[in-house]
């Protein structure tokens, strides 16, 4: 069973920093996670899902939302089936429920061309 779970979501201050991971298990994933571009999206409460960032299958390149660069950091670990999302100076419109998802072969900023996504983990960031 195809699985993507975040995790590291919880309650921040302004200014802090927290690392979200996203493990993947599951077919194709198992034999296959090093053939698909991640990426994170966020959902902000009253708003649509957004692209956050997205990483190559090999780690390079990414690509980032202008609201989060400079501020967060994707990158993945192939040989764990994970990939993390850093960020750094966070602020109260980072607040969100973060999802990470799987494109094969593909960057993409586009949420539609996504094949696999996680459930989503809550991250809210107080003033």
């Known amino acids: 069973q195809v699985q993507l779970v975040e995790s590291g979501g919880g309650l921040v201050q302004a200014g802090d920093s927290l690392r979200l991971s996203c493990a993947a298990s599951?077919?194709?994933?198992?034999?296959?996670?090093?053939?698909?571009?991640m990426g994170w999206f966020r959902q902000a409460p009253g708003k649509e899902r957004e692209f956050v960032a997205t990483i190559h299958q090999s780690g390079t390149p990414t690509y980032y939302a202008a609201s989060v660069k400079g501020r967060f950091t994707i990158s993945r670990d192939n040989a764990k089936n994970t990939v993390y999302l850093q960020r750094n100076s966070m602020k109260t419109t980072d607040t969100a429920v973060y999802y990470c998802?799987?494109?094969?072969?593909?960057?993409?900023?586009?949420?539609?061309?996504?094949?696999?996504w996680g459930q989503g983990t809550q991250v809210t960031v107080s003033s």
């Open positions: 599951g077919r194709p994933f198992s034999s296959a996670f090093d053939q698909y571009a």
């Open positions: 998802a799987a494109n094969y072969l593909y960057l993409s900023r586009t949420q539609g061309e996504y094949d696999y």
